[in-house]
């Protein structure tokens, strides 16, 4: 059994989140404290965000000194930077329990840069708070000053739980980019033409194809519901232009209209934006990819 303590009191998204990452890395099996009481600190087997004290060779874990831990860009680190920093990737290990050991690093790296980072920066005031940021709902949590037979400690708790479920949900999400990065790079192993890439599930694909470098891609073909789609790449991340448009002859067509333009039978539609269009069949999504690669 653990036992880890944190200061009582008013309590932020960075203490709440970190006793969500211990509670989720050691399965429950810890006793928590709240005081701000020298001695009951000096007895836990971690601190966090209390104490005056970082030093991570003794589980001792605050940030309020003036010597406060930094990340290597020179972002200051919150407790629940430290804490997941630590403990991450055994909670990423007790959320994922099948993840080898690479994915298990890429999902704590993802969550870290991400989830992690952002309540670090709350914390410490490098960002301005927003009445939707994880950190002011869990904050949201506290009693107010006319609640007055509410329970400091019982509250907390129920912040972690919403923490503990928003950190799971993020790796979740993290874990499905790795196996869709994964699966993106299959696709191009064997793709039949360096401009089209073909999916056979319905994967995320956009953040994959910039991060395996794949500069020739120029439209991607994956399955939607019943139907299939083909979808313009974008020049960068982020972006809603394409490095090579659908056909301009195309642009807002559908169903008899752009069967007819194409020669594709079961075309279904063409954006008017020129960076999405369908067909019912994946031989028909190919299709027309493939008269976009010979049109450009």
Excluded at 192 to 211: G, N, Q, S, T
Excluded at 266 to 271: G, K, R
């Amino acid at each position: 059994m653990l036992t880890v303590a944190t200061h009582s009191g008013t309590f932020h998204a960075d203490d709440v989140f970190a006793y969500a990452i211990l509670k989720t890395a050691t399965g429950g099996r810890l006793a928590l404290t709240r005081s701000r009481d020298g001695a009951t600190l000096a007895r836990a087997d971690v601190v966090f965000d209390v104490g005056g004290l970082y030093d991570p060779a003794a589980r001792r874990y605050d940030h309020h000194m003036r010597d406060k831990p930094l990340r290597a860009d020179g972002a200051p680190y919150s407790s629940a930077g430290l804490i997941w920093r630590d403990f991450g990737s055994e909670a990423v290990r007790a959320l994922l329990p099948q993840a080898g050991p690479e994915t298990v690093a890429a999902v704590w790296l993802s969550v870290d840069q991400g989830l992690v980072r952002d309540v670090d920066l709350m914390d410490n005031g490098a960002t301005l708070p927003m009445p939707g940021h994880v950190s002011t709902l869990l904050e949201a949590w506290n009693p107010t000053f006319a609640e007055d037979s509410r329970d400091e400690n019982a509250a907390f708790h129920d912040a972690v739980q919403l923490a503990a479920a928003v950190m799971a949900r993020a790796c979740a999400h993290a874990h499905a980019a790795v196996l869709a990065k994964d699966t993106v790079a299959e696709a191009a192993r064997r793709a039949p033409h360096p401009a089209i890439l073909v999916l056979e599930r319905r994967v995320p694909w956009e953040d994959a194809v910039f991060d395996l470098g794949l500069s020739e891609v120029l439209y991607v073909v994956r399955p939607a519901g019943n139907d299939w789609t083909c979808s313009a790449v974008p020049p960068e991340k982020g972006s809603f232009a394409q490095r090579q448009p659908l056909p301009d002859a195309w642009a807002g067509l559908r169903d008899e209209a752009l069967a007819a333009i194409s020669a594709v039978a079961d075309a279904t539609f063409c954006h008017p934006a020129r960076f999405v269009c369908g067909a019912r069949s994946r031989d028909g999504a190919l299709a027309l990819a493939r008269l976009a690669v010979a049109e450009s």
